[in-house]
């Protein structure tokens, strides 16, 4: 509501009242009464951070008689929403005129529909993908490697190319600046910051589509930077724009304002910005915040905390927190909340134990509120299997004892290690919820794989099927890592019919003899005996296992791929190593196994996604979630189930520098964090065929 000038003495005499009735802890009340001025403050997890981060601007309010003006950044949209309904509460209704809580994606969309008549957002993958092809044509025509790789691979390279458009904004490259120079400044700036594996990664996927005829990063910046720099010129001119592109043109629309000097009138400046979540910015939030910081001369409050920046996988760094002046240009005062509210003894102080060991870092001090201890237990087995049995013996306990609000959660830290619990619970018709990243099922990967099974189980029937030729063509397109091109498969097709075959072996045998293309090329026979072979092992394995075991040896289709990961989530992290095992009881049913997996892929198709509007629905209020331990932060459950607590997962065995390990070892603190009454730690002895040794991250936190 607006406040009129006889309300607002009122107003300020009731704020100063509540503040100091407010129930505020010694480290809470110096943050909320410290000097005007730019401010880090550090808050781990269940510290009070929202309480704390109101109260303080109810307190610069009263200090400014009603003319502090508040910009409060929060980092997803479910934040912003709770912090909006506490703003109107009671105790700070009285400046929720003076506050505008808002994403730096909304920032910018306010931006874009105030600058530009009738402008389009491209959000599905399909959007970009016509983004890329029709708007930007002008842009990649006038390269000739571009335009190349486009007519080679009409389907994926729109999207690496939107990829890369989306990307080079987030990482702070500037095309108003399209220069060499400022080009390898901003690697020199990632490499510093850690994040130039987002441009390696750019890379591999150009010079693996041909647009790039080599991997030097010389001639990455000569070939993409000048598509770059028109593509971003031509999205403007079309008012055409993706969801990082709000923020981006957010960042050139209000430098330029900085440049001409063309300030907010007095009434509208914003006196202070408070940025939540802050260890989990990119270089491009970064910038956004600095310009509007410049434009309104307002002070700035940085909130977070190091010790959970887990999001370095999409562009965030924690050096951001761990050193704002360096990175603002400007000093801040540090204040750390030292009290946790949230967890039990226990798990406070052994994630503090855990967390020391990390070099890069601010030291705390956390003291536990509560009083009673966690409940942590270890469940040892001697497979990855047994631990899951033991897991959904618990899970089932859990949903039997009906308590009213009670959640527990099955935290992985892949993908991949939920899969049988997914197939399990869903078989069983139990009651869960799966956050999106956990879709696999629904990736058009698995899709092949499941046209893989059922054509092997439709083999063993011996039988002349209408539909064999087919079968064959579509597992040859997963036998390399790349599908047939059309003109292949076509030839391929009319080769096999030719031969009137009358059983999948004959198929097989037609493939073994084609002498034309596969893959651009056949070797006097060599590529189609290899494709033969590959087939043959699959449509004549004994049983469920021996058939994933095939697919996961022999078909490079399915195999891990982070270059098409962006695409299908399936090749992240293939579930094979834990779908093998888990297919051991199957045996030889396969009906029975494709049965099953059918009822979980169709089970996830209804689940609502956390990322949708719709958090509220019933359907989040389940009693079980399954999630990876990305996905768990910000939230709390009563029990907490972590899974396959091994090295080589609690880390990944990729995780080799001191910077990744210190990554892996925050995801672990996150995790172990977010259980109020119990935490569960699975060991499994063996997973696969490898033996598994328990993670160091148990012996760090004293749970060894």
Known sequence: MDLTQTAIPET??????SLAEAELDEFQRRFVEAEDGDIRLLAPAGSGKTHSLLWRCAELYRRSEGSARFLIVTFTRAARDELRLRLFTPQFRRL???????????????????????????????????????????????????????????????????????????LGFDHEDGSMRHANDRLDALEALGLSRHIDQLIEKL??????????????????????????????????????????????????????????????????????????????????????????????????????????????????????????????????????????????????????????????TMTPVLERDAEIETLEHASFVAATDAVMREVRTFIERDVPGAKLAVLSRKRAQLIPYQIIMAREGLSFCAAEDLHVFLSDTFDRLLHAIRTRAMAALGMRLPTMVEDIVTLCNSVRRFPLKRAEADALAKHLRNGRPKSYDEVIDALEAYQGPLKGKNDDGKISAAFAQALR??????????AIEAMQDLFGGFQQDYGRAQEDIFLVDPPFLYLTEFAEAYGDDFQRFLDDLETA????????????????????????????????????????????????????????????????????????????????????????????????????????
């Not at 300020?12 to 009242?17: F, H, K, S, V």
């Open 207 to 364: 010079a693996e589509h041909g647009v790039l005829p080599d991997k030097r990063l010389e001639t990455f910046i000569e070939t993409v930077m000048p598509f770059w720099v028109k593509a971003c010129e031509l999205q403007a001119a079309q008012a055409t724009f993706t969801l990082e592109d709000q923020k981006y043109v957010g960042f050139l629309d209000t430098r330029r304002r900085v440049a001409e000097g063309n300030r907010p009138a007095p009434g509208d400046r914003i006196t202070h910005i408070l940025v939540d979540e802050f260890q989990d910015i990119n270089p491009l939030d970064l910038a956004l915040v600095r310009e509007i910081a410049a434009l309104n001369q307002a002070r700035i409050t940085i909130v977070g905390d190091d010790d959970q920046a887990i999001f370095e996988w999409r562009g965030a760094t924690p050096d951001y927190i761990l050193e704002p002046e360096a990175h603002f240009g400007r000093p801040f005062a540090t204040h750390i909340l030292e009290r946790n509210y949230r967890c039990p003894r226990n798990l406070v102080d052994s994630s503090a134990r855990l967390i020391s060991h990390n070099r890069r870092r601010e030291p705390k």
């Open 12 to 17: 300020l005499a009731r704020l100063a009242g």
């Open 96 to 170: 929720a005129a003076s506050a505008d809580v808002v994403t730096l994606n909304g920032w910018g969309n306010r931006v874009i529909r105030g600058t530009f008549l009738n402008p389009r957002l491209m959000t599905s993958d399909g959007d970009r993908t016509l983004l890329v092809k029709n708007t930007l044509q002008a842009a990649w025509a006038e390269d000739e490697a571009i335009a190349a790789g486009l007519r080679d691979h009409t389907y994926k390279l729109p999207k690496i190319l939107a990829e890369l458009l989306d990307t080079l904004k987030s």
């Open 537 to 546: 092992k699959l449509v004549h394995a004994p049983t469920v296992r021996a």
């Open 601 to 704: 892929k169709d089970t996830l198709v209804r689940l609502p996604g956390e990322d949708k509007e719709d958090d509220a629905n019933a359907l989040w209020r389940r009693p079980v979630h399954l999630m990876t331990a990305l996905r768990a932060k910000g939230k709390e459950f009563d029990t907490v189930v972590m899974l396959d607590v091994v090295d080589g997962i609690w880390p990944l065995r990729r995780a080799k520098s001191e910077r990744d390990i210190e990554s892996e070892r925050r995801l672990f603190y996150v995790a172990m964090t977010r259980a109020k009454r119990r935490l569960i730690l699975t060991l499994s002895g063996r997973i696969g065929d490898q033996v598994a040794s328990p993670s160091p991250f148990l012996q760090e936190a004293g749970l060894g």
